[in-house]
């Protein structure tokens, strides 16, 4: 298959040389159907090409009609979605890859992601690569992976994972994961990379004076922050007015001072869950879901 283009948008070059759009679009907490599909119409006509889905997220069917009725050709697209759980392991991994096909109505993916490092994660990668050396899944990752799962995974895989989704954001950086994951040409990207709508951060003096000066919003910063440290970020709104301002962030730069203002903001505490939280693990694989 050729080279996919994004017309007009930075691109990150994975380890296996495919481009992924560097600003894409996230559905989780989206569960109605029908305003996941017409939220994720509206993303793609605003110019979002790339699409980050989950099993667990409910919503595979209203972005595979998103994608039938969005007016772009789906080879113009990067969909991306991820194996649950309690579907860990090589013969339900494969499974579970047939059903999210269907729901999207796709017959291929570009990236597909194990959610969390959780059960038979070394099975669940085995039947991943075998789906990417068949052409099912142009390029395949990992989810909330943290240093210790991704030196197992290394150790048991033929195939490196071309990206971690992590959570980060200005007040959770995970800067010793971030340099784990360049070092080991594993692109970082990050979820809810505007805090969950951190209020505190939100309303940050420093971030507000940087927005004031190129007329953006504090969003805004943070998500050109995202893009210049080299990660692969996927906002989330059902807004129409937000989903156009989160792609509008490509006429400006911050300097290596603003750079410097946001990394400051790092906290070290977390917003979300601990992936080395065996409590969160237990409940993660007890989650009951009809996927």
Known sequence: MHQKTYTGQPVVQLNNGIDIPALGFGVW??????????????AIQTGYRMIDTAA???????????????????????ITSKVWVQDSGYEKTKAAFQKTLDRLQLDYLDMYLIHWPYGDFLGSWKAMEELY?????????VCNFPVEKLE???????VSPVINQIELHPVFQQKELQVYNREHNIITQPWSPLGNGNEELLNNTALKAIAEKYHKTVPQVILRWHLQEGFVVIPKSVTPSRIEENFNVFD?????????????????????????????????LNVVADI
Request: with cysteine.
């Open 252 to 284: 400006f730069e911050l300097s290596e001072d603003e750079m410097n203002t946001v990394r400051s903001l790092d906290t070290g505490k977390r917003l979300f869950f601990d992936p080395k939280d065996p409590e969160w693990e237990e409940k993660m």
């Open 56 to 78: 667990i997220y409910q919503n595979e069917v209203g972005v595979g009609k998103a994608i039938q009725n969005s007016g772009v050709n789906r080879d113009d697209l990067f």
């Open 133 to 141: 050396h068949e052409g099912k899944i142009k390029a395949i990752g």
């Open 29 to 42: 907490q989206i569960e109605d159907q029908k305003v996941c599909e017409d939220t994720v119409v509206k």
């Open 152 to 158: 197992e995974l290394k150790a048991n895989s033929t």
